[in-house]
Each structure stands twice: as structure tokens, then as C-alpha cells.
């Protein structure tokens, strides 16, 4: 693979680094992703004494206060989608993704999406390489070796192209302005060189990676679990669904016992649904 640029280096040295303070929170996904659950606000409480307004004026501390009547309850809200309680806590994530998988997570738009801009700053220059069980279905290769090494290498070019590209339109502009044919830079962006990555990036194969920090409520994240961890979401993003959902459910594990459960039920009614809608139909 190609030579990785400068800011890309310390994008991987901070990884490493997160990894090492967050050990608990963070996870590595491929061959460069990466996510990060970093902060979260409020509990399975949050939830309880919110829903509870019109009835109490008692309040739980935390989840590990609740009785065996505050976990039912919990279920019960859940399960009847009394939804606005569950929209009283929240949490952000940073993750490290392809492109292509952005492409398919930012659909769920009942969230606070700020996503690194190729309009600023170079590219990531590394690019997603699938791993043996991304390539393959039911035990079936569908990507061979030979494949995969066109790939890596066309991914290596484009990314070279790109910092030979922006390094002659730097040079050019340079020159530009010692000739007299520029004024000189003065402070804040500059709008040449900005302009010249505003078009270089537009080359960037969406197996390119891309930087998020993304801030959801629960209401939304238990939506974003129950489609993309499903066995017919795309293997990628189905990857970085069930890394958030590990480092979900560490944080607040009744919480996650509870959605599960829940969205284990409504599967179930739903096969039944469908076995008797096949079975009147036949």
C-alpha cells in the first residue's frame, strides 16, 4: 500500500493512543477503523424518573437503585414505545469508517452528525481492504487474491495522484505569488490551495476513510441497532453496529438487556405474522 500522509500518521498515533486511555470504551474495526464510545448522559434512572413526572416526586439515583417494579416498568415503556423517555439520555461516539459505510449511517438523521471535510485538510490516505470474511459469502470467495491486489493497488495510485496533484498546485501557487501574478497570502484559509483540494478530493474512492463524531439519543440508537445489526445488513456497517452496541451495552448493561429483549420479541411476533399471512395465502 502507499506511503501514508502526515496527518494520517497522527490520526493513527491517536488511535493508539485513545485505545490505551479508553481501553474499555474504544474498539478497531478493519484494517483501520475505529470507534469510540466517549461520553454518554444519563442512565436507565434518567429514563424511569422522567417517565414517573405525573406520579412522583421520588427520583432514582441510578440504575443500580431499581427494584425488581422499576425493571418491569423499564420493559413496559419499551415494549409499548412510550418513546419521549427515551430520548432523555445520550451518547457520542467517534468513529473511523469507510466512506461508503458514512454513506449508509448517516441515514439516521435523528442524531448530530460532524464528519472530517477533505475541503480543509488532505485526505485520510488509507483506503478499506476487505478481509477474508467480507470477500466471502456462504463459503465462497468472491473477491480472489488476484483481485485484491488490483484493488489495493489502484486504491495506492489514486491516493498517490492525489499528493502529487495537490503538491504541483502548491508549487504553482507559490510561484504564482513570488512573480507578482498573486497577492500575497494573507491570514486565515487560503483560497487557492483550498480550491485545489475542494477539486482533488473529488477523485477519493468511497473506500476511503472519513472521521465522525456522531451524538444520538437512545430512542434513535436503538432504531440504528435494530436495522444495521440485522444478518441482512451489509457485513461492514453491520461491523461498527456491533462494536457500538458492545461499548453501548458495558455502559449501561440493563439498559441494553431490556432493547434487547424487546427487539428479540418483536422478531419473533413478526415470524409469526408472516408464517400465518403465508399460510392463509397459500
Not at 36 to 52: C, F, M, P, Y
Not at 142 to 147: F, G, M, N, R
Not at 172 to 178: G, N, S, T, Y
Request: with cysteine; charged share 25%; net charge negative.
Amino acid at each position: 500500500m502507499n506511503e501514508i500522509n502526515k496527518a494520517t500518521a497522527e490520526l493513527q498515533a491517536e488511535m493508539a493512543q485513545r485505545m490505551a486511555i479508553n481501553p474499555e470504551g474504544t474498539r478497531r474495526i478493519g484494517n483501520f477503523g475505529f470507534i469510540e464510545l466517549e461520553e454518554s448522559w444519563g442512565d436507565e434512572a434518567t429514563i424511569i424518573n422522567t417517565a414517573r413526572i405525573s406520579t412522583t416526586n421520588q427520583r432514582l439515583k441510578s440504575g443500580q437503585d431499581f427494584s425488581e417494579r422499576d425493571r418491569q416498568l423499564l420493559y413496559q415503556l419499551l415494549r409499548d414505545q412510550h418513546g419521549t423517555p427515551f430520548e432523555t439520555i445520550y451518547f457520542r461516539f467517534r468513529f473511523i469508517a469507510p466512506i461508503f459505510v458514512l454513506r449508509q449511517w448517516v441515514k439516521h438523521r435523528v442524531s448530530s452528525w460532524n464528519e472530517f471535510s477533505m475541503r480543509y485538510r488532505k485526505p485520510i490516505s488509507v483506503a478499506y481492504i476487505p478481509d477474508a470474511a467480507a470477500r466471502t459469502v456462504d463459503g465462497y470467495a468472491v473477491l480472489d487474491e488476484a483481485a485484491l491486489a488490483e484493488y489495493e493497488a489502484l486504491m495506492s495510485q489514486l491516493f498517490q495522484w492525489y499528493e502529487t496533484q495537490y503538491s504541483a498546485a502548491c508549487a504553482r501557487i507559490d510561484q504564482a505569488r513570488e512573480s507578482g501574478e498573486l497577492a500575497p497570502k494573507e491570514g486565515g484559509r487560503d483560497p487557492y490551495r483550498g480550491r485545489a483540494r475542494e477539486l482533488l478530493r473529488n477523485v477519493m474512492p468511497v473506500a476511503a476513510y472519513s472521521d465522525v463524531y456522531w451524538t444520538i439519543n437512545f430512542r434513535s440508537l436503538m432504531n440504528f441497532f435494530k436495522l444495521r445489526r440485522k444478518k441482512d445488513a451489509q457485513y461492514e456497517i453491520r461491523e461498527y453496529a456491533d462494536a457500538a452496541y458492545a461499548l453501548f451495552a458495558a455502559r449501561l448493561p440493563l439498559l441494553a438487556e431490556t432493547m434487547q429483549r424487546v427487539i428479540d420479541e418483536s422478531a419473533g411476533e413478526s415470524a409469526i405474522q408472516e408464517q400465518e399471512h403465508n399460510g392463509l395465502g397459500g
